[in-house]
């Protein structure tokens, strides 16, 4: 299976396209994309090269990698076509966590899946009620 290790979703993780650069694929933002629990008080101004996004993650939403807390492969994939429906990305994405042992065959073959239904305008349902500020 893959290499990360399930964490928790009470804290915040890294996630997005942003954690390319930690999981060794996809295109590498000038951003970093952080989520934290919508309750979450915050108590600096974030720099600009932060973007803050507000989300309960549910345990498997969370995998600790290289000591780092980032969404699930998973997770990142449907935050992706939420926020961008970059199907491209994504894509690429999944072949490379799939190559580099992240997932297994079998969730990769899911995750294409989901892709392939965004693709065909079912895209709507993956959307949520998150608050992405």
């Not at 101004?45 to 807390?69: C, F, M, S, T």
């Not at 990142?76 to 297994?104: C, F, H, P, W």
């Amino acid at each position: 299976m893959g290499r990360g290790k399930s964490g928790t979703g009470e804290r915040g993780a890294f996630s997005r396209d942003g954690i390319g650069r930690i999981w060794h694929f996809g295109r590498q933002p000038p951003v970093v994309h952080i989520t934290v629990p919508k309750l979450a008080r915050l108590r600096r101004e974030q720099p600009k090269w932060i973007a803050i996004h507000r989300a309960d993650l549910a345990p498997e939403d969370v995998a600790i990698h290289e000591g780092l807390p980032l969404t699930s492969i998973a997770k990142t994939v449907s935050d992706i076509l939420a926020s961008s429906g970059r199907t491209d990305l994504v894509r690429q994405a999944i072949a490379d966590a799939r190559k580099e042992g992240y997932i297994a065959k079998s969730e990769a073959e899911r995750l294409k899946r989901q892709v392939d239904q965004f693709a065909k305008g079912a895209g709507h349902n993956l959307r949520t009620k998150e608050s992405y500020r």
